[in-house]
């Protein structure tokens, strides 16, 4: 199975385990604990981001510890960037049109003061 990025993170609760695995390397019954997930659960959302990338698992005697890899992370962030310009542009505008309007009420209640 493969899943591309925004499949993999569609689903809430692999969201929840991306969330409790940002701070560090975890064995699943800690994910189980921190995301409030069954283990079948996380051990089935685990898989699927292992196999899409955003996880690896390291064996450490007979735990299996596992940990976000930033890599597609890093290709989201790339694929963003090229929409956040254009949402930058159109949220100067916004906010250009707005302050001209605060600009023209401040005027008129200005004017209405000193008649």
Do not use: N
Not at 5 to 23: G, H, K, M, S, Y
Not at 42 to 58: D, Q, Y
């Amino acid at each position: 199975m493969h899943l591309d990025v925004f499949q993999a993170l569609a689903d809430p609760t692999r969201r929840r385990i991306v969330e409790a695995l940002r701070r560090g390397e975890l064995q699943v019954g800690d994910v189980v604990e921190k995301a409030g997930i069954h283990q079948s659960g996380v051990s089935r959302h685990l898989r699927i981001l292992l196999e899409s990338g955003f996880v690896s698992m390291r064996p450490d005697g007979q735990r299996r510890l596992y940990a976000l890899r930033p890599e597609p992370f890093r290709d989201l962030e790339s694929w963003l960037s090229q929409y956040r310009a254009l949402w930058d542009a159109r949220l100067d505008r916004f906010g250009a049109a707005l302050e001209k309007r605060q600009e023209a009420r401040r005027a008129t209640k200005k004017g209405r003061e000193t008649s």
